[in-house]
């Protein structure tokens, strides 16, 4: 619904401004994130990190190995 990513989009904005700040203050030059991707309920930090990433200029390298998981476990498997 409209309502739903208006939130999400919201909850980005908010998570991207706090997260700059702090790369920001604690001077931190790149973020190593673990499944932050592969778990659904991370829509609006996943959103923010790319808006931090471009923001700031911090490369960001994001390990999701729970999707391999969670697909090998349903006898799926993408290789890319």
Do not use: M
């Amino acid at each position: 619904s409209a309502e739903l990513a208006c939130e999400i989009w919201s909850q980005a904005l908010e998570l991207t401004d706090r997260l700059a700040g702090y790369l920001r203050e604690q001077e931190i030059g790149l973020l190593y994130t673990v499944n932050v991707n592969s778990n659904p309920g991370n829509l609006a930090f996943a959103l923010a990190l790319v808006l931090v990433s471009e923001l700031t200029g911090c490369p960001v390298i994001n390990n999701n190995h729970d999707f391999l998981k969670r697909f090998t476990e349903r006898k799926y498997l993408i290789l890319l």
